[in-house]
């Protein structure tokens, strides 16, 4: 079955520390996004990739750094820079959004303490 | 700019209820509307989509009309059951672009 996995689903971090989420996708699909979603609020784009090798800055990167070496695999890795990075953390994917919109993973819940 | 503005909630109903949830949106050209869902702790499900005006889509009892002349996509669904509680998200996706516009989300709870 194909999907998009986010891991780990919940993690926590001391102030001060860089941590990795991980996406990953067999959907062959050639789009990928991070979106921060906080309580109560909507989703807020921190970067995407239209192919491999290549990313851009979504509304909210400041904090945030990206890779994409392969198709499969999205990483984002929140830094020490941002300031408030307690938050419910969203991947997803898409082949043609326009058309058939996004396949979204099952989110990283991530908190400082 | 694109644009998508969704009802506030919550909004709280009764099993079997009728429910409609707003969406209006603002765009160049013509853009693809869809509907989402999310549950608790969980991430976004689509739930119906609409790519062209006077498109109906329909999913699980769920309905949306893209109306270009009242720039509307508004989710209805005839009877609503407890299992439906969750967020509901409108988005729009223009073509030519890879990025999407989110509604805040609309949290919808139905009691039994």
Known sequence: ????????????????????????????????????????QGLR?????????????????????????????????VTSAQKNPTAFYLCASSIDPTNYGYTFGSGTRLTVV | GNSVTQMEGPVTLSEEAFLTINCTYTATGYPSLFWYVQYPGEGLQLLLKATKADDK???????????????????????VQVSDSAVYFCALGNSGTYKYIFGTGTRLKVLA
Not at chain 1, 53 to 76: C, H, T
Request: aromatic letters at 14%.
């Open chain 2, 57 to 79: 889509g329909s999913n699980k009892g769920f309905e949306a009309t893209y109306r270009k002349e009242t720039t509307s996509f508004h989710l209805e669904k005839g009877s």
């Open chain 1, 45 to 77: 784009l921190i970067y995407y990739s239209q192919i491999v090798n290549d990313f851009q800055k979504g509304d909210i990167a400041e904090g945030y750094s990206v890779s994409r070496e392969k198709k499969e695999s999205f990483p984002l890795t």
């Open chain 1, 1 to 40: 079955d194909g999907g998009i996995t986010q891991s780990p689903k919940y993690l926590f971090r001391k102030e001060g520390q860089n941590v990795t989420l991980s996406c990953e996708q067999n959907l062959n699909h050639d789009a990928m996004y991070w979106y921060r979603q906080d309580p109560g």
